[in-house]
Antibody, heavy 122, light 107 residues
């Protein structure tokens, strides 16, 4: 069965960087894109970007351009999301979400990771 | 960016009620519309894609409709496990955007 297992909670100081990992299993890793979505306390869901695990190409939301980097390691079926220059507003639960076959044009989200809480506090 | 407006932002309903949530896109998105359910402390769960197609394993009490700019999610007979927050999402254009959410509470 498809599983996305994320790394644990992190506490970071303002200005620092954080890296969240998402290990996929139960399917062919390079066949599906992976998205990242976050939910800040009291807020709704926010899309951050997507990575194509086949070649590593990425598309980021304009809001995060210059601060977010998504990468992948095909040998371990793991995607990574690094967010830099952290501020208090980045405190949120970050989710990886499988979305859309690489071979197709659809971007339907189906399986979600369990979420990783990132707290930014001095 | 495409703005997704959900209404209502919250509602109170009883077990057995039929509930309808609406979602409006600021521009046409064809049928590239999904619905998700999120319970406190849990990851979102994918319910519907393509405006009206159920994800695998999702019970048929959930249904979706619409195309273009106006969409609805209907829960035919609300059960205790359905009390949650529901989000719509457009995936027609980057950046993908979500509605603000509808919290379904017990009356």
């Amino acid at each position: 069965q498809v599983q996305l297992v994320q790394s644990g909670a992190e506490v970071k100081k303002p200005g620092a960087s954080v890296e969240v990992s998402c290990k996929a299993s139960g399917y062919t890793f390079t066949n599906y894109r992976m998205h990242w979505v976050r939910r800040a306390p009291g807020q709704g869901l926010e899309w951050m970007g997507v990575i194509n695990p086949t070649g590593g190409s990425t598309t980021y939301a304009q809001k995060f351009q210059g601060r977010v980097t998504m990468t992948r390691d095909t040998s371990t079926s793991t995607v990574y999301m690094e967010l830099s220059s952290l501020r208090s507003e980045d405190t949120a639960v970050y989710y990886c979400v499988r979305g859309g076959a690489v071979a197709g044009t659809s971007s339907v989200f189906d399986y979600w990771g369990q979420g990783s809480l990132v707290t930014v506090s001095s | 960016d495409i703005q997704m407006t959900q209404s209502p932002s919250s509602l109170s309903a009883s077990v057995g009620d039929r509930v309808t949530i609406t979602c409006r896109a600021s521009q046409g998105i064809s049928n590239s519309l999904a619905w998700f359910q999120q319970k406190p402390g849990k990851a979102p769960k994918s319910l519907i894609y393509g405006a009206s197609s159920l994800q695998s394993g999702v019970p048929s009490k959930f249904s979706g409709s619409g195309s273009g700019t106006d969409f609805t999610l209907t829960i035919s007979s609300l059960q205790p496990e359905d009390f949650a927050t529901y989000y719509c999402q457009q995936y027609n254009n980057f950046p993908f955007t979500f509605g603000g959410g509808t919290k379904v509470e017990i009356k």
